[in-house]
């Protein structure tokens, strides 16, 4: 009996070793949050190419939105085609705005929506950054796994729902709504958010 509990302990042990915070959250994104347009394990890939920049300038948006398009860009893979289109029908659809412009208005906002816990990811990575004494590819990995822990305890569905209706009411236009409602549900499952359903007269 005892034997056996601490079989499915050290089981239990192993199994957690080998699951990083990164791949919870990315399978929570996917699982949880309804994104269908990449695996876990795609996202994973594309994280990990945006990680390096975030960890440098996590107060630079502009650095870390351009890295993480040309990250997006560069590890779609077999989705590339597909990412590309969506990317045009988006510009298309938002002309004479883009997707670009869009996505950097809106920024701003949801930073300050979700405020609370960008102080919270910020401080971690920052505090971990000043006393974490590992060499530096260690440490980058140890504090951006603190990071992930922070934000996949705050992020759930009903946070994103929140933040999303915040977003929609406020500073998205009749003719932004109108693109991102026929476009969003092609990267995930829309119907889970109570803001899908939104009507801007
Ligand atoms: C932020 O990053 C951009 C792009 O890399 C760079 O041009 C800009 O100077 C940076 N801003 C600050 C305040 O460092
Ligand atoms: C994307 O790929 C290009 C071309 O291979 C490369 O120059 C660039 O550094 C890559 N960018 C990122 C963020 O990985
Ligand atoms: C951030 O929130 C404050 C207070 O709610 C508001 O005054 C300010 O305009 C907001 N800034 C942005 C960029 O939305
Ligand atoms: C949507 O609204 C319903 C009714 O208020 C609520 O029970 C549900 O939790 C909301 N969905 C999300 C994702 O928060």
Known sequence: MCRLLLSVLVL????????????????MICNKLGLTFYTPAELTVIAKCIEPQAYKTPNNNTAILSTGKNCVIN???????SAMS???????CLNPDS?????????????NLTIALVKKVKNTLSEC???????AAAKQETCLQKVYGVAKA?????????V????????????WWSCGTTLIPKVL???KYNCSKIVKS
């Open 12 to 27: 239990a042990h192993l199994g957690h070793a080998t699951t990083t915070n990164r791949d919870t959250m990315m399978d």
């Open 75 to 81: 590890n779609s893979g077999n989705k590339a085609i």
């Open 86 to 92: 969506l990317y045009s029908n988006a510009n298309s």
């Open 99 to 111: 997707l670009d412009t869009v996505v950097t208005a809106l920024v701003p906002p949801i930073q």
């Open 129 to 135: 950054k000043n006393t974490n004494k590992q060499a």
């Open 154 to 162: 705050a992020i759930t569905l009903t946070y994103v729902d929140n």
């Open 164 to 175: 999303c209706k915040k977003v929609v009411n406020q500073h998205v236009s009749k003719a």
């Open 189 to 191: 499952t829309f119907s």
